[in-house]
């Protein structure tokens, strides 16, 4: 026995003392904030003032200096992160996983992310180009000297230097999770199950009652012209949407207040964009400092400038347009698959050799096909349609860079409202405030005009009409569908200073039936825009405070409608009880009550048997809304469903806590190693969550039975008073700023992320709130 136990307690310190030793080897090479290192590539010395957060702000001499310095610190503290991304933007991510992601890779490479960089590159302006480069000496000045992130020890991967192109990959990559293709093939699928008519049924349609972002009135656009008009002419047609399946359902939220509804008398700008939740995260936050450029705010480890943020005089934000900017179109190949069928004969179809190099295998080549309208994608197994080329707005050249650049140089509405008008993949919603105590709307980005032929009920352009127009892609051969131009900046939606005196943007609708072009029918559902209206509604003088606590809030519109739907059938099964909780629930996704467990169990149960036995493989939220609304659906009375539903749920969501059935959780991309995940902790969470999916603070799950769990949500807030920038407000990230799991600054804003707290990035130096400091010298100093 006592041989045993020496023997078990030997077991145990030699498993300690090899957890312990490969986490020492692992956390080798965080790197100290202070000091004073050699960076090729500046010069002149930059000075790297670190706040107890672990945010930098650069203070440089010249432009490139501080590029410079950005692409060294984005590398210092987030390589792995930025390699990842090129390797998933360039369609080589087998390299560093093996098998596993071939298939991941083949979809990528039909983007052509790396000639599209190409052609953008060759369009940037000397300035642009010189940004990127200095840029890319940063961060081969740290891959130089610097040790690696334990990522690359454990995979035994080391990274090959960063080219200035692979930037603009980064952020068409960002493009294409932002793009709106969400209906056409989940449609085009379900017509050939449900005919197109009653596949139609599943398609989205407008709330002429939802609020939009351009209030009614205020368009006041430019003259249309003939070939500018929706309305079809007789040598016309009308376009339909082309769509292809979302990745995930996009949320974000922005909002500006005048001066009239704040108490600092100047306005109020917030913006939080709901994204992916991951660790690292997605944004890094910095201050620069240099002439001609001073700005704080978040950058995209990888991109070269701030994103979104503020400077003394403007402040701006971002949420996703939702315009409609991927068509697919189906081409008719030859038998042999050499020619493809145009409008004027049949043309040579352009072959394009892949090669895609796999850890541990042998490579993989093999070739793809591109026609004019664009590459041919690869439809998923059993999926029997016609090949369809994609036509996407990101392929076309255009200088975001340069956008960038210029909103944070504006010093006004005019200056911003030039700069803005290049930004234009992806489109965004953006809004803007000023010192000057303006507020506006633009929508920025490229919109495509399609070209319409025909005329009366057959050149109807929404989707969901009776004839079910849409529910297929156009066809590649005929003139229908084509895209002619994009709008210009002048012709997409703007205004400023509304009467209302404030400015809501929430992946609604942008605009309503007075404007005559098309943007989109595929909308987030208007609930968190209706939420913000009426909270801001009230707060007549706004505050720092008082907006942070607005992007904190859980009441969800739909799940308090849909409670009362719940406590009839809760009552026709004799369940009294349950319909007066539900009666006096007011809609807060609170973690510990359990009104939000009920209603959302049993509205996902609900959807399946809505749509199992009609549409199983997709399930749009807009019209079971509508028809639960209506009470009935094609297919027949909801009440029914709506009890057997309740009944399915019961009785463990009527008792669990909703922080219980529905988590928060920020995974790591090997994280999903178990022994890693236990090893280093690279997840953060699962942590109760509250909220949902149509609340101001969204905590998004697609999980359709509980646990619910929620990896989308705020990437970032940031509130900022025009009346004080530097006095209150600030900015927060879900996780931290490192993206080494042995920093103690790699979860250090998770615990203020979910308390709402902010942090202040001020512009003033002196009031930086200085932990350390660093001096990077050029080379040979």
């Known amino acids: 026995m006592k041989r045993a136990l020496w023997s078990a307690a030997g077991l145990a310190v030699s498993v300690a003392l090899a957890v312990a030793a490969a986490r020492l080897w692992l956390s080798r090479g965080v790197p100290p904030l202070g000091g004073r290192e050699r960076v090729a590539g500046l010069n002149d010395s930059v000075v790297v003032l670190w706040d107890s957060l672990a945010v930098p702000h650069i203070v440089a001499g010249s432009g490139p200096d501080l590029f410079t310095a950005l692409g060294y610190l984005h590398a210092r503290d987030r390589m792995w992160e930025m390699d990842l991304l090129r390797h998933a933007a360039e369609g080589r991510l087998s390299e560093l996983f093996g098998t596993r992601t071939v298939a991941t890779d083949r979809a990528l490479r039909v983007l052509e992310l790396r000639r599209i960089a190409r052609s953008v590159a060759t369009g940037l302006t000397a300035e642009g180009r010189e940004i990127l480069a200095a840029y890319a000496r940063g961060v081969n000045a740290w891959l130089a000297h610097g040790p690696r992130a334990p990522e690359f020890r454990l995979l035994g991967h080391t990274p090959e230097l960063w080219q200035p192109d692979q930037s603009i990959e980064i952020g068409r990559l960002e493009s294409w999770d932002l793009r709106t293709a969400g209906l056409e093939l989940p449609l085009e699928r379900a017509a050939r199950r449900l005919g197109a008519a009653r596949a139609a049924l599943l398609a989205p349609s407008d709330e002429d009652s939802a609020p939009t972002i351009v209030p009614r009135g205020m368009w006041h656009g430019v003259p249309q012209t003939a070939s500018s008009r929706r309305v079809p002419q007789a040598s016309d047609a009308t376009p339909r949407r082309a769509l292809a399946g979302r990745s995930r359902a996009p949320a974000s939220n922005s909002w500006v207040l005048g001066p009239s509804r704040t108490a600092s008398g100047k306005p109020i700008l917030a913006n939080d964009p709901h994204l992916t939740l991951r660790v690292p995260s997605i944004w890094y936050l910095v201050g620069a400092h240099a002439p001609g450029y001073e700005v704080v705010g978040g950058t995209m480890p990888g991109i070269p400038l701030v994103i979104l943020g503020h400077t003394r005089r403007l402040a701006w934000g971002f949420t996703n347009a939702m315009v409609d900017d991927v068509d697919y179109f189906a081409e008719a190949l030859s038998r042999d698959s050499s020619t493809y069928r145009t409008a004027t004969g049949w043309a040579p179809l352009e072959v394009v050799a892949e090669t895609i190099a796999v850890r541990g295998g042998a490579p993989l080549v093999y070739r793809r096909g591109r026609t004019a309208d664009g590459p041919l994608i690869e439809r998923p197994p059993g999926d029997s349609g016609p090949p369809l080329a994609m036509r996407w707005v990101a392929q076309d050249v255009s200088d975001e860079f340069g956008a960038l650049l210029g909103m944070a140089r504006a010093a006004d509405l005019a200056g911003f409202s030039r700069a803005v008008a290049g930004f234009r993949s992806p489109e965004q919603n953006v809004v803007y405030a000023d010192t000057a105590g303006n507020i506006a709307y633009f929508l920025a980005g490229h919109v495509p005009l399609r070209r319409v032929v025909g005329d009366g009920a057959a050149a109807r352009r929404r989707r969901g009409s009776e004839d079910g127009l849409g529910a297929e892609p156009q066809a590649g051969w005929a003139a229908a569908g084509k895209w002619q131009r994009y709008l210009t900046a ?199 969550s509250a909220g949902g999916n149509y609340t101001v603070n969204v905590a998004t799950s697609e999980d359709s039975v509980a646990p619910f769990e929620s990896t989308w949500g705020p990437s970032l807030r940031h509130v900022v008073d025009l009346g004080a920038v530097d006095g209150a407000g600030g900015f927060i990230l879900p996780t931290g700023q490192s993206g080494h799991p042995f920093s103690p600054h790699y979860r250090d804003q998770a615990g203020r992320w979910r308390r709402g707290e902010l942090w202040l990035l001020p512009l003033e130096l002196r009031r930086i709130r200085v932990a350390a400091r660093l001096v990077l010298v050029p080379e040979g100093r």
Request: aromatic share 10%; glycine share 6%; proline share 8%.
């Open 490 to 688: 002048a012709e997409l939606p703007h205004f400023a200073n509304p009467p209302d005196r404030f400015i809501v943007t929430a992946n609604n609708r942008v605009i309503g039936g007075e404007y005559p072009f098309f943007l989109s029918d595929d909308w987030e559902l208007p609930y968190r825009a209706q939420r913000l209206h009426d909270l801001l509604w009230r707060d007549t003088a706004a505050t720092v405070h008082s907006v942070a606590r607005e992007q904190l809030d859980v009441v969800d519109l739909f799940c308090r409608d849909m409670a009362r739907r719940v406590a009839d059938a809760a009552r026709a099964v004799g369940r009294r009880d349950l319909a007066d909780r539900l009666g006096a629930w007011d809609g807060t996704m609170a973690a510990d009550r359990t009104e939000p467990t009920l209603v959302w169990s049993w509205y996902r149960a609900l959807e399946r048997r809505v749509y199992d036995a009609v549409s199983p493989d997709y399930r749009p939220a807009a019209p079971l809304h509508r028809w639960l609304a209506q009470g009935r659906s094609p297919w027949g009375d909801m009440a029914p469903l709506e009890r057997a539903a309740l009944e399915q749920v019961l009785p463990g969501a009527a008792t669990t806590p909703w922080g219980k059935a529905h988590y928060t959780i920020q995974r790591h991309p090997l994280g999903a190693v178990a022994a890693l995940r236990w090893l280093v902790g690279f997840d953060i969470g699962p942590e109760p």
